[in-house]
T-cell receptor
Framework: GNSVTQMEGPVTLSEEAFLTINCTYT??????LFWYVQYPGEGLQLLLK?????DKGSNKGFEATYRKETTSFHLEKGSVQVSDSAVYFC?????????????FGKGITLSVRP | GAVVSQHPSWVICKSGTSVKIECRSL??????MFWYRQFPKQSLMLMAT?????????EQGVEKDKFLINHASLTLSTLTVTSAHPEDSSFYIC??????????????FGNGTRLTVT
């Protein structure tokens, strides 16, 4: 079955530090890949996505590249801000099967210190 | 953009009572909605897929009689936790995809409902 594995957290960084959050996946087909973010007290929001191999998703300074050869979709940001403190979820959507449900990783909490 | 509204945002109930959670798509019609459960420091686990006008599809291990799902209209799905017990305390989140969109498109999430059973 499908699965998403994220690195263990939590992660604490100083403002302007470089961020990498690892994500690898297992899927039967050719999935689309997503990063969702959950800010404190809010619901999940789409951060970025990539729908095929070598695609790069980007938003708000965050980037992730769909690497089929390593089955990875690592999230990066060159300079984090305090406002980036949130929980980050990697997810995949497999075209095989009805309704195309999302499979999530465990999520990782990022805290950015001023 | 597409908005999914969930109500209530939090609820406290006594053991043995039932609680209903509503999920509405505000500016689009959703033939399919998804209900997730999130445990502390864990991922979102899909509970069931709610289909307008037909029975919900439950994931393995989810009790159908415990978690009743009704999708009576194109903009409303409800999850009723029946005879709630403390172990049902959790964060429940609904989501929907805009009509005509496939697996490449993201889901839109409600803000979740924090259920506490005392």
């Amino acid at each position: 079955g499908n699965s998403v594995t994220q690195m263990e957290g939590p992660v604490t960084l100083s403002e302007e530090a470089f961020l990498t959050i690892n994500c690898t996946y297992t899927a039967t087909g050719y999935p689309s890949l997503f990063w969702y973010v959950q800010y404190p007290g809010e619901g999940l929001q789409l951060l970025l996505k990539a729908t095929k191999a070598d695609d790069k998703g980007s938003n708000k300074g965050f980037e992730a590249t769909y690497r089929k050869e390593t089955t990875s979709f690592h999230l990066e940001k060159g300079s984090v801000q305090v406002s980036d403190s949130a929980v980050y979820f990697c997810a995949l959507s497999d075209p095989v099967g009805a309704n195309s449900k999302l499979t999530f990783g465990k999520g990782i909490t990022l805290s950015v210190r001023p | 953009g597409a908005v999914v509204s969930q109500h209530p945002s939090w609820v406290i109930c006594k053991s043995g009572t039932s609680v209903k959670i509503e999920c509405r798509s505000l500016d689009f019609q959703a033939t399919t909605m998804f209900w997730y459960r999130q445990f502390p420091k864990q991922s979102l686990m899909l509970m069931a897929t709610s289909n307008e006008g037909s029975k919900a599809t439950y994931e393995q291990g989810v009790e159908k009689d415990k978690f009743l799902i009704n999708h009576a209209s194109l903009t409303l799905s409800t999850l009723t936790v029946t005879s709630a017990h403390p172990e049902d305390s959790s964060f429940y989140i609904c989501s929907a995809r805009e009509p005509g969109r496939n697996y490449n498109s993201p889901l839109h999430f409600g803000n979740g409902t924090r259920l506490t059973v005392t």
